[in-house]
Nanobody, 122 residues
């Protein structure tokens, strides 16, 4: 059974940093593009960042570019999202997801975690 389990969410103040982790099991981790998405209250789930199979390519949403960094450790079957200079508008449930394609749209992702809450106070 495929499982993606996020961790690392919490409550922080604006300007602070947080690191999210997502550990995968039940799939060939190195064969999947891994992505991070987020969903704020009352809003649609949106793309945040993605990273290629071996970590050689990354892509970010404009809203987080320069502040967030995605990385992966295939040996640990884990993808990370380092979030710096957090803003209140970053408040959302953050989800990791896996896809066989190099894409940003949520419809192209095959597996999803349950999410971890990130709350940024002003």
């Amino acid at each position: 059974q495929v499982q993606l389990v996020e961790s690392g969410g919490g409550l922080v103040q604006a300007g602070e940093s947080l690191r999210l982790s997502c550990q995968a099991s039940g799939l060939t981790f190195s064969s999947y593009t891994m992505g991070w998405f987020r969903q704020a209250p009352g809003k649609e789930r949106e793309f945040v960042a993605r990273i290629s199979w071996t970590g050689g390519s990354t892509y970010y949403a404009d809203s987080v570019k320069g502040r967030f960094t995605i990385s992966r450790d295939n040996a640990k079957r884990t993808v990370y999202l380092e979030m710096n200079s957090l803003k209140p508008e970053d408040t959302a449930v953050y989800y990791c997801a896996a896809s066989t394609r190099w894409v940003a749209s949520r419809v192209d992702y095959d597996y999803w975690g349950q999410g971890t809450q990130v709350t940024v106070s002003s």
